[in-house]
């Protein structure tokens, strides 16, 4: 299957350079180039995509805005990445649902990891699929979870997490093995994504597999803490927020 393939980005040279990286992939189409969020507006409306390469800081409509009109708008919007030189906004970039954030200048073997994901995320449903299967798959829960390691990209079945923790603007997910590796998503995503009759968001920074769940304690003013068999946290805090939850899941009162 042909990627078609959009680069927007208000930099001759950038466009080039990304247009030649992206055409060693025999399965890359570039089939269009815009300066600017408006020209791309009319593209995408022309034209179906598979793949949209965005920068950020353009002149009127910024690439984030562009992104999130698209989603409004469109049944089946592309593929989104973000190709920027700025590493501030990947935080919004995730939230807006793209497939990556890329800083200028992009290696082949990051671009090339890049591409990786948008073909397993195109690849799950048919081209010749309806709307509505498509639109079905997309809300279907995830069975691992792709993190990083340097350069790799390792997929990471459900059942081997322990759990998620937010610590600034990155995400990591640790393992029962102990074993701690980046996710470049946020925890609002994961938590749409992850079965809810497995994953349990606790508290603002912890998303916790209940199945890893070790122990349960007491902590203050009807809260608790819990215990996992992985990770380097011993002890996970549950908010005050989501102790109905807690207790729902595991099926105890309040005693």
């Known amino acids: 299957m042909v990627l078609r393939t959009l680069i927007v980005d208000d930099e001759p040279p950038a466009r080039t350079e990304l247009r030649y990286q992206l055409e060693q992939h025999e399965d890359i189409q570039v089939v269009g180039e815009a300066a600017n969020a408006r020209e791309a507006q009319q593209l995408l409306s022309a034209l179906e995509y598979e793949a949209l390469f965005i920068d950020i800081q353009m002149p009127g409509m910024s690439g984030l805005e562009l992104v999130e009109r698209l989603h409004q708008g469109q049944v089946r919007p592309p593929y989104v990445v973000f190709v920027t030189a700025h590493s501030r906004h990947a935080v919004t970039a995730f ?20 591409l990786n994901r948008i073909r397993a995320f195109v690849h799950r ?18 069975r691992f979870v792709a993190a990083s390691e340097g350069e790799k990209t390792i997929p990471v079945p459900l059942e081997d997490i322990a759990y998620f923790v937010a610590e600034g603007d990155l995400v990591y997910l640790c393992t029962n093995r102990r074993q701690r590796l980046r996710v470049r998503s946020t925890l609002q995503t994961l938590e749409r994504r992850l079965p809810a009759d497995t994953f349990l ?12 769940v070790q122990e ?9 803490t819990l215990k996992m068999r ?5 002890e996970i805090p549950v908010s005050r927020r989501n102790v109905k939850r807690l207790r729902e899941a595991f099926g105890f009162s309040r005693s």
């Open 95 to 114: 939230q807006l649902g793209a497939v990556d954030y890329l800083l200028k200048p992009v290696t082949p073997e990051r671009l090339a990891e890049t």
């Open 230 to 234: 992985g990770g380097p946290h011993e």
């Open 125 to 142: 449903v048919s081209p010749a699929a309806p709307a509505s299967l498509a639109e079905e798959d997309e809300t279907e829960p995830l």
């Open 201 to 212: 968001r606790c508290h603002r920074s912890f998303i916790v597999n209940l199945r890893q």
């Open 216 to 224: 349960i304690l007491p902590f203050f003013n009807g809260t608790y």
